[in-house]
T-cell receptor, first 112, second 108 residues
Framework: DPKIIQKPKYLVAVTGSEKILICEQY?????MYWYRQSAKKPLEFMFS???????DNQTASSRFQPQSSKKNHLDLQITALKPDDSATYFC???????????FGPGTRLTVL | GQQVQQSPASLVLQEGENAELQCNFS?????LQWFYQSPGGSLVSLLS???GTKHTGRLTSTTVTKERRSSLHISSSQTTDSGTYLC??????????FGDGTQLVVKP
């Protein structure tokens, strides 16, 4: 059974719209993260949460808003979508911020 | 500047040969991980090795913390090892910085 679930696997959106990317982890971890991988670029850290509180935000745009309704959930809301937002978005979790991180399968977002 | 640098950028091997991948980093790393990214894009954690030597299966990682470098040795490579190997460090306990990766192709 998958331990980190990301939904949907693929997502196509139009410029200017809003989407929510879902992430749930069943590893009992306390820390969760979002990363982005654009074409031909290294993975980039976006956010980290620990015990449902924001620890670090390296995303310049306020269009990206993480939402943690439960300890094992960290969704990512993206508003006013742009073609440059097209990327694969990975969710990750770890037991704590010192610990090894485990990644979900990713959501591939395409903005037309 | 980039915090994590990997070499070589790409590597082509014949099945059965060994591979040596290098990772150099510019910050003190409290955590260092090697990942495998499949051609389809999925990420799998291979080893967590902030210092010393660790083995798992055909993989051996050696990290020399004070020299800010780590290596990943793949022995007896197989075609299914083809993909991208990523080195990542966590210097601040809140995030990971990834290298550009080494793209490995293992030919039958």
């Amino acid at each position: 059974d998958p331990k980190i679930i990301q939904k949907p696997k693929y997502l196509v959106a139009v410029t200017g719209s809003e989407k929510i990317l879902i992430c749930e982890q069943y590893l009992g971890h306390n820390a969760m993260y979002w990363y982005r991988q654009s074409a031909k670029k290294p993975l980039e850290f976006m956010f980290s949460y620990s015990y449902q509180k924001l620890m670090d935000n390296q995303t310049a745009s306020s269009r990206f808003q993480p939402q943690s309704s439960k300890k094992n959930h960290l969704d990512l809301q993206i508003t006013a979508l742009k073609p440059d937002d097209s990327a694969t978005y990975f969710c990750a979790s770890s037991q704590g911020t010192f610990y090894e991180q485990y990644f979900g399968p990713g959501t591939r977002l395409t903005v037309l | 500047g980039q915090q994590v640098q990997q070499s070589p950028a790409s590597l082509v091997l014949q099945e059965g040969e060994n591979a040596e991948l290098q990772c150099n980093f510019s910050s003190t790393a409290t955590q260092l991980q090697w990942f495998y990214q499949s051609p389809g894009g999925s990420l799998v954690s291979l080893l967590s090795n902030p210092s010393g030597t660790k083995h798992t299966g055909r993989l051996t990682s050696t990290t020399v913390t004070k020299e800010r470098r780590s290596s990943l040795h793949i022995s007896s490579s197989q075609t299914t090892d083809s993909g991208t190997y990523l080195c990542a460090i966590d210097p601040s306990n809140n995030r990971i910085f990834f290298g550009d990766g080494t793209q490995l192709v293992v030919k039958p």
